[in-house]
């Protein structure tokens, strides 16, 4: 872990993604999925609610994740991985994107900060570990099937057959896995001998690079603010989920669109990079296809994504890079005031006057939409626009 940062803490994050026993046919995915009525989609995602005396971001429901840990850059782990550590990135691959170009949190030398653990490695562990203990799902390969693991190397063509969807280890008993969930909730190191002792391995094959968000700037000098490593991992079967009854009081598993749904209908209420995620996940209704997608892209890389607020009469607005108005600079400090901008302009003075649009606009707490015009990088998506979202949502609710 980077202790030399000083505005943001390093984090990770797994969207976990798992298909539905009795899925829609893939004729009535077809059928629907293009009409203005509510999608068929054949896999749900994983949200969890935060307590409402967590120091961050109370009541919302985010995806599983959390802070990284010194234990998840462990020399430890090597052990652990042994048969993987003479591969690049232990298997996972490198990314293709220009090293000038990667975002901190992948970009930084691990090995300078006294660690053997390669970043892109310790952050899978960190969110594998992070999705134990928030949600009791374990993402982990038994120590005897390791050779059956895909591994992805310099010289790996991208004609290269796909892994199929991953399926989670009925090995162990729930009340084992139940016992080391207390366990490591209560010391991260414990998630090493964990592992030793059931001989498996974090599945961090399984976890395909997705995105990187930092937590704005805000309008509190003493803000919490998170640099945050997204992952994505698709699962043939929904897991057996249990919430950790401290920071996650409930868990929802429900489509992309519901999600949207339920947020727009004010049930629950997530956060802008949630909300964003979602509308990239809603142009997927068939996992297998969402599971191709995440998996080709997976070494293209991400950008590093720090919104900047602007305040406006009508609106607050994440202004995201690539946006006509987003900073040159960003002081990271946020003591320069960088970090939140103000405007007299309305919402629709400001879509009219950028030519190039790319953020996040909300008139309050449930009405994010999302403006983008602009080609998202490293062959990623963009998410539906809001006029689709909305429609959808309108006619649905006629129904």
Known sequence: MNRALKHWREAATVILAAGLRHAPSADSLERVTHTAHKPAFDYHVLLLKRSRNSGFMPNAYVFPGGLVDSSDFSSEWQEVFKSFTKAPNFGIGVAKQPPGTRPPIFATDRAKLGSPIPGDVAFRICAVRETFEESGVLLAVPKHE???????????????????????????????????????????????????ELQCLPNIWALHEWGNWLTPIGMQDKQRRYDTAFYFCCLRDTPHTLHDEREIVHFKWSSPYDMLHSYKSKELWIAPPQFYELGRMRRFAALTDLHSFA????????????????????????????????????????????????????????????????????????????????????NHLSPLCAADVDNSFKEHSKL
């Open 146 to 196: 390791e050779s059956g693991i895909r591994v992805r190397t310099d010289d790996a063509r991208d004609s290269d057959p796909q892994p199929a969807l991953t399926t989670l280890s009925g090995l162990w008993d729930r009340d084992v896995l139940s016992k080391w969930r207390s366990l490591v909730i209560g010391d991260s190191a414990n998630f090493i001998k964990m592992c030793r």
């Open 295 to 378: 998996w080709q892209r997976s070494l293209d890389g991400c950008e590093h994504w720090l919104p900047v607020l602007l305040l406006a009469p009508d609106c607050v607005a994440s202004i995201l890079p690539g946006d006509a108005l987003y900073p040159e600079k960003v002081d990271p400090s946020g003591s320069s005031g960088g970090g939140v901008m103000k405007t007299e302009k309305s919402l629709e003075e400001l879509q009219r006057d950028s030519t190039n649009l790319h953020r996040i606009i909300g008139q309050d707490p449930y009405s994010l939409t999302v403006q983008m015009n602009i080609t998202p990088k490293y």
